[in-house]
C-alpha cells in the first residue's frame, strides 16, 4: 500500500487525481496539467513534496564525512547556504544527486529524491563508519513535510505571510523562520526552472500551511500543482531526473554534470579513481536536448537513429512542451552526434520523427 502525505486529505479535498511514485500516493493533477504548468509560468503553483527524503549529518567531523561522501565539497558551503551535488559508487556511478544545506557549522541537510532515501542514508552511515569520524547520519524524512511555491509570484505571495528573511533570502540559500506563523526551515530553490521557495516544516502544520498558502495566493493566480507539470516544467528547464537522466551506471560527465565535481578536495571521495578516468577519456555519449515538430512527443526508451537509420542513442525523458509549443525530450547519444543543429530521428513505434539536437535548457525563465 503507498505511503500517503500529511497533506493527502487536503489534495482528496480538492479533487486530485493520484499516482504511486516512489511508494507514495501523490497528487499528479488536480484539473489540467497543462494549466498547472502555465500557471508556475505565469504565477505561482503550490506543491507538495513531502515524498522527499530529509537526511541530517551533524557533529564536528560532519564537513570531512560528507567531503569523502560525495562530489562536492560540503565543508566550503557557507552557513545558510545549499549547493547541488550528487553520492556516487566507487565505479563512477551516480547513486542519487542531491541539494546539500549547510544550517550551521556541523549541521547539515541533505535532501534526496524519493526512491533513493535508504540508498543515500545507508551510503552516507557507512562512509562515516569508514571514516572511524564524529558524525552521526538520522534520517528524518517521516518528521518532515515539504511544500513548494514556485513561479514568478512565489516572493510576493510568501512575503506577505513571513517576515524579512523571504525576500531577503538569496537563490540556493536556506533560513529558519516562520510562514503563516508556523516555525519552517526556508530554502530558494526548487525543481520548475522559475523562482520560489520549498517550505520544510512539520507533518502536522503542513496542512495549516498549505491552507494559508493557498488563501494568500489565490488573487495573484496561485494554483494547487501535481506531479504531472512539475515533469514538464523540469523538462523544459533540462533539469535531469533520477531513474530517467541519471542513475548507477551514468557518471556526472555524460550527464553534462562534471562541473559540480570537486576534484581539488584535500583528500580523496569516493568514486574519485574512476571519475578522474572519466574525466581524461573522450566521451561515449553525451546528455541532448532534443526537439520536434511533430504532433507526437518521443517518450523515455524510444531509439534515437541517425539520417542512415542507425540507432545513436535513446530517449530518456519526453513530452510536449506547453510553454514551447512543441515536443520535447532529452537523450543520450553516442559521440559525434551530440552537436547543436545535428539532424535525427526518434523512432516512435515505427515512425521515425526527425529531431533537431539543441542546447540545453530549453526554457530559462526572463531575466528580472
Request: hydrophobic fraction near 40%.
Amino acid at each position: 500500500m503507498s505511503r500517503q502525505t500529511a497533506l493527502h486529505s487536503v489534495h482528496t479535498e480538492l479533487g486530485a487525481s493520484f499516482t504511486d511514485f516512489a511508494g507514495w500516493s501523490m497528487p499528479v493533477r488536480y484539473t489540467s496539467e497543462t494549466a498547472e504548468h502555465h500557471a508556475v509560468r505565469t504565477t505561482a503553483g503550490l506543491f507538495d513534496l513531502s515524498h522527499m527524503g530529509e537526511i541530517k549529518v551533524t557533529g564536528p567531523d560532519a564537513g570531512r564525512v560528507l567531503d569523502r561522501a560525495v562530489v562536492g565539497t560540503p565543508s566550503r558551503i557557507g552557513l545558510g547556504r545549499a549547493r547541488y551535488s550528487m553520492i556516487c559508487n566507487d565505479a563512477g556511478g551516480i547513486l542519487d544527486d542531491l541539494v546539500v544545506y549547510r544550517l550551521a557549522d556541523h549541521d547539515y541537510l541533505v535532501v534526496a529524491n524519493a526512491s533513493n532515501v535508504d540508498v543515500v542514508a545507508t551510503a552516507l552511515s557507512e562512509r562515516t563508519t569508514d571514516e572511524a569520524a564524529d558524525a552521526q547520519v538520522s534520517d528524518k524524512s517521516q518528521h518532515c513535510a515539504l511544500l513548494a511555491v514556485q513561479g514568478p509570484a512565489a516572493v510576493t505571495i510568501l512575503a506577505g505571510l513571513g517576515d524579512d528573511h523571504v525576500t531577503a533570502l538569496k537563490y540556493y540559500s536556506i533560513a529558519r523562520t516562520k510562514v503563516a506563523g508556523h516555525d519552517v526551515l526556508l530554502a530558494r530553490t526548487g525543481y520548475t526552472g522559475e523562482d520560489g521557495y520549498e517550505v520544510y516544516c512539520s507533518p502536522s502544520v503542513a496542512p495549516d500551511l498549505w491552507r494559508q498558502i493557498s488563501a494568500a495566493g489565490e488573487r495573484y493566480g496561485l494554483v494547487p500543482a501535481g506531479l504531472a507539470c512539475r515533469d514538464t516544467l523540469r523538462l523544459e528547464a533540462g533539469m535531469p531526473l533520477y531513474g530517467h537522466e541519471l542513475d548507477a551506471d551514468t557518471n556526472p560527465f555524460e550527464a553534462g554534470l562534471g562541473r559540480v565535481i570537486s576534484f581539488d578536495k584535500p583528500n580523496r571521495f569516493v568514486g574519485d579513481t574512476a571519475l578522474r578516468r572519466f574525466r581524461d577519456l573522450p566521451r561515449r555519449r553525451s546528455l541532448v536536448g532534443l526537439a520536434t515538430s511533430g504532433r507526437r512527443a518521443p517518450r523515455a526508451g524510444y531509439d534515437v537513429v541517425d539520417r542512415a537509420g542507425n540507432t545513436v542513442g535513446r530517449v530518456t525523458s519526453g513530452a510536449p512542451s506547453p510553454t514551447l509549443g512543441y515536443p520535447i525530450a532529452m537523450a543520450y547519444v553516442e559521440a559525434g552526434h551530440n552537436t547543436p543543429g545535428t539532424e535525427l530521428a526518434v523512432d516512435l513505434r515505427g515512425t521515425r520523427e526527425p529531431a533537431l539536437v539543441v542546447d540545453l535548457p530549453f526554457y530559462q525563465r526572463p531575466s528580472a
